[in-house]
């Protein structure tokens, strides 16, 4: 357990690291600005993208090969890709160096999530996620702490240079702690078209989703470029016949990369579902909060900073705490009451920040609001990963512990891409309805200034309250699962 989190740690940290470096990575490496800026953005998102696309294709090889195979060449992959950063100064060069890295530290999740459904029984099983949720989460709130500290004191290249130590011990870790799980799960072929297949709709999608939600100047909330739309279509038509062909193929493989009739089991099925929903709000309340604190909130663009960062914390702090405890208590009880009861918490959370706050909100009132929220967050995490795990058989786990976390990082993607889109179009039809003061006239500016705070508020709080009525839906999903859903060897099952 301690072996498997360390890694997850780390390749939750080298996820949003990046994100308070950037400005120095951009320097350096002598991108221009503002024209540069698109280009650079890739070296956060090429992570993002290739995190994501290898997820289903490495549960399913620890399936095939061990977990402990590939979870230390996940590390290795990470090594490789770490090393390769500090040492290059051209941007292609940076970015194909972070998809290797994001290459091992996609798959770590997975297998992690796969070693714990071999090493515990049933019943002890949502601890355990929830340790491993809470694990993940403090990573990825770490990281740009961490980064920030780094380019304050010494260089954005220090946190690759500290990852090759980090991976050589969770080499280590792993390679005598994993002894027990080096054998296959299911003695099978691997679906190389499948695979290539899958990994080709993920990536083309997650790119289509990532366009669409870039907002070009966040201090107006602009709109997109025309060329931006017509690529974006053309990627998602990709992405469709991607998975159109990959359905098509898996039906026919003997070997499957993800079999299908996984989604049979009314809880595989169902905590997916939930899984995806809860990623499309979470992303909610990381992206609008911020733009409320900047653009609604009347305080210096340093002080901006420094509130985003402060409201936040709680909603991660109470994500990571609750993570745990909703592992325990579905020990304690099933999957559904804990589930039902953290969607119920996101639900008045949101309701709560969509109504209340306002330009004059303070930063504690945000704080504790955002708590509750945090504390709906962390309570799913645990027995979402259990419901998913325990409904699939034994050969198709690392499967299982890949598309449970899979699905809510898709989450995340459509979210931001609906949230952005929603967003814009209150924004412009809030802003047609204007009455101002003539051009020119005295009062002009002002009244323009305190009316766009105002309609910003308005379309941003909107938001919120929508990702109630999501939360609705994810309710009906949830009521879906049921106590026990053994799975059955996936031979015996009927075609």
Do not use: C
Not at 88 to 109: C, D, E, K, N, P
């Amino acid at each position: 357990m301690a072996a498997v989190a360390f890694g997850v740690f780390v390749a939750a940290d080298d996820l949003t690291v990046v994100s308070t470096m950037l400005r120095q990575i951009i320097g350096d490496l002598e991108i221009p600005l503002p024209s540069g800026f698109d280009d650079a953005a890739w070296i956060v998102n090429s992570y993002l993208i290739a995190y994501v696309a290898v997820m289903p294709f490495m549960g399913r090889l620890s399936d095939l090969i061990g977990r402990r195979k590939v979870y230390v060449g996940a590390l290795v992959v990470f090594l490789a890709g770490s090393l390769w950063i500090p040492f290059t100064s051209s941007l292609g060069w940076v970015i194909a160096a972070r998809v290797l890295t994001a290459m091992g530290g996609g798959a770590m999740v997975p297998v992690a999530l796969a070693v714990i459904g071999d090493l515990y029984e049933e019943h002890r099983r949502p601890r355990a996620y929830g340790i491993l949720g809470a694990v993940d989460t403090i990573g990825w709130v770490w990281g740009p702490l961490f980064g920030a500290l780094l380019v304050r004191f010494l260089d954005w290249r220090w946190q690759f240079y500290l990852n090759v130590p980090l991976a050589l011990i969770g080499i280590a870790l792993a390679w005598r702690a994993l002894r027990d799980f080096d054998q296959p799960s299911v003695r099978a072929g691997i679906d190389w078209p499948g695979a290539a297949v899958l990994t080709g709709a993920l990536v083309a999608l997650n790119i289509a989703l990532l366009d669409t939600s870039e907002i070009a100047v966040v201090s107006e909330l602009a709109e997109l470029s025309g060329g931006e739309a017509t690529s974006t279509t053309w990627l998602f038509g990709v992405a469709a016949a991607g998975f159109v062909l990959f359905w098509w193929i898996e039906r026919r493989s003997k070997n499957p990369i993800i079999d299908l009739r996984l989604f049979r089991s009314r809880n595989f099925s169902a905590g997916v579902g939930v899984n995806f929903l809860v990623g499309a709000v979470l992303i909610v309340a990381m992206v609008d909060v911020p733009l409320f604190v900047n653009l609604v909130v009347e305080t210096s663009l340093e002080d901006a900073a420094v509130m985003s960062g402060w409201v936040l914390s709680g909603l991660t702090a109470a994500m990571a705490v609750t993570s745990y405890v909703g592992g325990v208590a579905t020990e304690r009880t099933w999957y559904r009451p804990v589930i039902v009861s953290g969607l119920l918490i996101i639900g008045v959370g949101f309701l709560v920040v969509g109504s209340a706050w306002d330009a004059d909100t303070g930063p504690w009132t945000m704080g504790w609001q955002l708590i509750i929220l945090g504390i709906g967050f962390g309570l799913v995490t645990a027995p979402t990963n259990a419901a998913v795990v325990d409904a699939a058989p034994v050969e198709h786990r690392g499967t299982a512990a890949g598309l449970v976390i899979v699905f809510r990082l898709m989450g995340l993607a459509v979210g931001l891409s609906g949230l952005t889109a929603w967003t814009l179009s209150r924004f412009d039809r809030l802003r047609q309805d204007l009455d101002l003061p003539a051009i020119g006239d005295p009062g002009y500016q002002e009244a323009l200034e305190a009316a766009q705070a105002e309609i910003t508020a308005q379309s941003l709080t909107e938001t919120f309250l929508l990702a109630a009525v999501v939360m609705l839906g994810a309710l009906v999903v949830a009521m879906t699962l049921r106590k026990r859903d053994d799975p059955e060897p996936a031979a015996t099952r009927p075609p």
